[in-house]
Each structure stands twice: as C-alpha cells, then as structure tokens.
Nanobody, 126 residues
Framework: QVQLVESGGGLVQAGGSLRLSCAASGRTFSSRAMGWFRQAPGKEREFVAAISWSDGNTHYADSVKGRFTISRENAKNTVHLQMNSLKPEDTAVYYC???????????????????WGQGTQVTVSS
C-alpha cells in the first residue's frame, strides 16, 4: 500500500504561483510513475501532469503546458507541482496519484494510477 498526502494548496490571485507537494509512504516511490490530476465542481477529474519513474520524463495537459512544472525528489519520497501564471480556471481540488511498480504505459487516465491522495484545494481569484 502507498499513502499519499498533498499539501500546498490555498487561495491565490490570478497571475500568482503555488507549489503543491505530495509525500508518499513506503520504499517503492522511486519505482512509481507519479501524476497530478484536478477536479473542479461539477466536472470530471482531469489529468494535469505526470512524471515517469525510469527517466524522469514529464507529461502535461495542454491547458497547463508552459505554466506548470512537475518534479520529484526520490530521496524524500516527494513529488511537486510548481504552478505559475495561475488562472481562475485552474481552480479545483488537486490530487496526487501513484501508479503500479515499474508502470510505463499511458499517464493520462485516472485508471493508469492505483493510489490517490485526499486532495488539496487550489482557488484562483480573478
């Protein structure tokens, strides 16, 4: 089992920045692809960003490309999401997710991940 705990959400004005962090339990973090998803009220959970376990390759939704950056610190079992130039449409609950060990398939779907955090609220005011 992997437990994930997100932190760093909050209220920010449009154009501002936030850095989300996700701490994972266990000793297998370095062998798991990690992802960030978000869910706005009345909408489905959507992919935001992912980072592979093997070579650190990153993947982004078109809506956040160039503004958000995902990174990982394997020594600290932590993945981060740096969010810059935030827009009101970025308002959502942000979830951290972990894939199965050594997974290297698609990163864009909720079913590609097996473990989820509880989420952290990000609110961007206009």
């Amino acid at each position: 089992q992997v437990q994930l705990v997100e932190s760093g959400g909050g209220l920010v004005q449009a154009g501002g920045s936030l850095r989300l962090s996700c701490a994972a339990s266990g000793r297998t973090f370095s062998s798991r692809a990690m992802g960030w998803f978000r869910q706005a009220p009345g909408k489905e959970r959507e992919f935001v960003a992912a980072i592979s376990w093997s070579d650190g390759n990153t993947h982004y939704a078109d809506s956040v490309k160039g503004r958000f950056t995902i990174s990982r610190e394997n020594a600290k079992n932590t993945v981060h999401l740096q969010m810059n130039s935030l827009k009101p449409e970025d308002t959502a609950v942000y979830y951290c997710a972990a894939a199965n060990l050594a997974y290297s398939g698609s990163y864009y779907n909720t079913y590609d991940y097996n473990y989820w955090g509880q989420g952290t609220q990000v609110t961007v005011s206009s």
